[in-house]
Each structure stands twice: as structure tokens, then as C-alpha cells.
């Protein structure tokens, strides 16, 4: 499955943005989709998971209480709101997809482009 992330951009410290996967096959309802980021200069890592039906959702310490996935089988997509944004959220921001519901990039085979989410302080 391919899958595409768009929403990324510069906002200011506090501010919101959503992130969108799509993607290009009905399959897509099959799968866990999980976000991940990159920092610069940093390790990716884990930022929030959804499981195929939407629900069960799991987030990263650093996130959570202000980001929130969902998704939207019918229309082969996901989100990423992403709120109360602050300097640190700085980063390059991947969607992935896998069979499997879990924390590790090593175990999502299928990744998007990644879209690059700047917050100015």
C-alpha cells in the first residue's frame, strides 16, 4: 500500500496542525497506521498508533494530551491533530502502516514520504 502524509508546515509555539495519511488501496482499513518523527539530528521515534478500527489508539509520553489520531476507513485516510504545538515538535513526520499494532518502526512495512511540521517559538 502506498500511503502519503500532507498537512506539515510552520506554525507558531501553541499553535494546532493536522497531519492526513492516504492511503491508495481499500486494504487501508486492514491495518494499524502509526505516526512517527524525526527531529533534526535526532532518532525517529514514536508518536501515536491506531489500530485498524479506530479503537484503540496509543501515544507517546511526550504527546500525549494534545495530539489525537483517528481515522477514516471509508476514506482510506488518518489524522494527526496536533495541538498546544511547542518548539520541540519540530520535526520531519511519517505515517506508517503494518498488520501488526505496535510502538516499532522496525515493524511497519509500509511507510509515507514523511511531511515536515516546523513550530517557531
Known amino acids: 500500500v502506498q500511503l502519503q502524509a500532507s498537512g506539515g508546515g510552520l506554525v507558531q509555539s501553541g499553535g494546532s496542525l493536522r497531519l492526513s495519511c492516504e492511503a491508495s488501496e481499500r486494504t487501508f482499513s486492514t491495518y494499524t497506521i502509526a505516526w512517527f518523527r524525526q527531529p533534526p539530528g535526532k532518532e525517529r521515534q514514536f508518536v501515536a498508533a491506531?489500530?485498524?478500527?479506530?479503537?484503540?489508539?496509543n501515544y507517546a509520553d511526550s504527546v500525549k494530551g494534545r495530539f489525537t489520531t483517528s481515522r477514516d476507513n471509508a476514506k482510506n485516510t488518518a489524522s494527526l491533530q496536533m495541538n498546544s504545538l511547542q518548539p520541540e515538535d519540530t520535526a520531519v513526520y511519517y505515517c506508517?502502516?503494518?498488520?501488526?499494532?505496535?510502538?516499532?518502526?522496525?515493524?511497519?512495512?509500509?511507510w509515507g514520504q514523511g511531511t515536515l511540521v516546523t513550530v517557531s517559538s
Open positions: 506508517a502502516a503494518d498488520w501488526r499494532y505496535s510502538r516499532r518502526q522496525s515493524e511497519y512495512i509500509y
Open positions: 491506531i489500530n485498524w478500527s479506530g479503537g484503540s489508539t
